[in-house]
């Protein structure tokens, strides 16, 4: 088995959190050897360095120790991602892909495997881990696919000479991950990354940094050279170090708006291109003419998915007037009827938040919004399970906000928590300017019977990833990413790949030079 998962017992998925917390306190789920990984190994920092403790957000336990690296081991972990580039830069696109798909075969028979790990450091619930695990094996897929489509073009020119142009990778990738997805991130940045036939180094977040090293060991043990995808831990001076280093050739970061300005200013000292993936406020329009069941589960997807940690919630849920009673009614109804709870059990739809102090933060925004004038129909309050293993977890109850204005912080901010803020509208236009009234454009959704009009609302809104009739839908074969201040560039999908490689032009003199001198 994978190193890290090696003592990881196999057992039923119902087992719970509080049976894996045992397996790390007893040593056998060994998950505190060193999380940083190059040059196809683990990697212990050498000397002195202030460690930083992993917690377990279903118990708030301490889960593994964390090293940062510093200057020394990023410039080692770049040097033997620019060897790994060297070898992995000349294969063809189908040697390229067989070590993907071999990747992806092993992710699937590790499934169960990466879920549990991902639900510990994570706190989602374990179905929505195996729904991650698959989506990166997916991604891995389907760029495998791509990687021997990968071509230029041929322009004739008078004379029989000709020019022609050349697709080629960039060199060492820099991917900074979240910690809402872990995995999953890790592989939609790598994936197209390697396809392309670069060398990637990734630093995931402090707070979720196990499930990224096992993503390294499987490409390692898929055939990947030594260096072509390595793991450094730290916060912002490992990701400083990194965005800095004049070896590296892009960034990519999925994260806040303000982390996202700073990474782009930083690359911008080399010049360097990045792709944001950076926050939202989204938007969920809901007409009257709409499918109530499917407008209400829609919503429910649109804010409550991973604890309502999710870049592309929407959070701004729309309801035209005439139907907005039984709405909430129903949306209430639902929302109380979730299960919280244990994230490793089958029947929990609501795991952990990620920390002790951005659970404060969730519940702080609730406050602040009943003192605005909001009204809580339900929700909002911390939760404690029943368990007494799991008291000291992150929990809270989900929450829906009504009589919410515009000019509501819990309406204006990005909260990043179960918090769903509802909001009554009489016309197309006059929502469409409301929706559209926020710095940021991640995505947007439109749920109505009337094509014609879900067509036309959508041209409108200002997003970079739009639903109709249904949220929070992100298959690898489609880009994703936003509009305005929720980033630059785009993840998955064909598109990507041109930010992930560059274009070379040729031309070639089939007849002598005419010169002007």
Same mark, same amino acid.
């Given at each position: 088995m994978l190193q890290g998962l090696a003592s990881f017992s196999r057992r039923p998925a119902t087992a719970s959190v509080a049976a894996v917390v045992r397996c790390v306190s007893t040593g056998s789920m060994d998950i505190t050897i060193p999380l940083n990984f190059w040059a196809g190994n683990r990697r212990a920092i050498e000397g002195k360095c202030e460690k930083e403790s992993v917690y377990e957000p279903a118990t708030g336990r301490v889960l593994c120790q964390l090293e940062p690296c510093g200057a020394v081991e990023v410039d080692q972990a770049v040097k033997a991602a620019m060897s790994a580039f060297d070898h992995w830069s000349r294969m063809s696109g189908m040697e390229r892909a067989r070590v993907m798909i071999e990747a992806a075969h092993i992710i699937e028979s590790k499934r169960e495997e990466i879920a549990e790990m991902e639900v510990v450091?994570?706190?989602?619930?374990?179905?929505?881990?195996?729904?991650?695990?698959?989506?990166?094996?997916?991604?891995?897929?389907?760029?495998?696919?791509?990687?021997?489509?990968?071509?230029?073009?041929?322009?004739?020119?008078?004379?029989?000479?000709?020019?022609?142009?050349?697709?080629?990778?960039?060199?060492?990738?820099?991917?900074?991950?979240?910690?809402?997805?872990p995995f999953q991130i890790a592989?939609?940045?790598?994936?197209?990354?390697?396809?392309?036939?670069?060398?990637?180094?990734?630093?995931p977040s402090p707070v979720t940094p196990v499930t990224a090293v096992l993503l390294a060991e499987i490409y390692a043990k898929a055939g990947a050279p030594e260096g072509l995808y390595n793991v450094v831990q730290g916060s912002q001076l490992t990701g400083s170090l990194l965005c800095h280093h004049p070896d590296v050739a892009k960034v990519s970061f999925t994260g806040s708006v303000p982390t996202g300005k700073k990474i782009m200013e930083m690359a911008s000292k080399g010049v360097k291109p990045v792709t944001l993936e950076l926050g939202g406020k989204s938007p969920l329009i809901i007409f009257q003419d709409s499918d109530l069941e499917n407008a209400v589960r829609g919503a429910l997807m649109a804010n409550f998915l991973s604890q309502g940690q999710v870049c592309s919630n929407g959070t701004r849920v729309f309801v035209?007037?005439?139907?907005?009673?039984?709405?909430v009614e129903e949306v209430v109804k639902r929302t109380q009827a979730i299960s919280i709870g244990d994230p490793l059990l089958e029947s929990t739809r609501m795991g952990a938040l990620v920390s002790r102090p951005h659970l404060d933060k969730v519940l702080?925004?609730?406050?602040?919004?009943?003192?605005?004038?909001?009204?809580v129909l339900c929700g909002g309050e911390p939760f404690v399970p029943p368990d007494p293993k799991l008291r000291g977890g992150y929990y809270m109850t989900p929450c829906v906000l009504a009589d919410c204005t515009d000019d509501m912080t819990c309406v204006k901010e990005e909260i990043f928590g179960?918090? @769903? *803020?509802?909001?009554?509208? !009489?016309t197309e236009e006059e929502v469409l300017q409301r929706a559209n009234d926020t710095t940021m454009g991640l995505a947007a959704g439109v749920f109505s019977r009337d094509v014609r009009r879900a067509h036309r609302?959508?041209?409108?809104?200002?997003?970079?990833?739009?639903?109709?009739?249904?949220?929070?839908?992100?298959?690898?074969?489609?880009?994703?990413?936003?509009?305005? @201040? *929720?980033?630059?560039?785009? !993840?998955?999908?064909?598109?990507?790949?041109?930010?992930?490689?560059?274009?070379?032009?040729?031309?070639?003199?089939?007849?002598?030079?005419?010169?002007?001198?």
């Open positions: 450091n994570n706190g989602k619930s374990i179905t929505e881990a195996r729904l991650d695990v698959d989506s990166a094996r997916l991604c891995i897929e389907y760029y495998a696919g791509l990687a021997s489509t990968l071509a230029g073009q041929h322009v004739q020119l008078p004379g029989g000479s000709f020019a022609y142009t050349r697709r080629e990778p960039l060199g060492v990738c820099v991917g900074i991950g979240a910690w809402n997805y592989a939609w940045k790598s994936a197209p990354a390697l396809a392309c036939g670069n060398s990637m180094v990734f630093k035209q007037r005439d139907i907005m009673p039984e709405f702080s925004f609730v406050e602040q919004a009943k003192t605005e004038g909001a009204t179960p918090v @769903m *803020s509802v909001l009554s509208f !009489e609302v959508v041209e409108q809104l200002k997003a970079g990833s739009c639903f109709i009739n249904n949220y929070n839908i992100t298959p690898v074969e489609v880009p994703f990413g936003g509009f305005k @201040m *929720s980033g630059i560039g785009r !993840e998955n999908g064909q598109v990507t790949i041109e930010y992930y490689s560059q274009l070379k032009t040729v031309y070639v003199e089939m007849g002598d030079v005419d010169s002007l001198f």
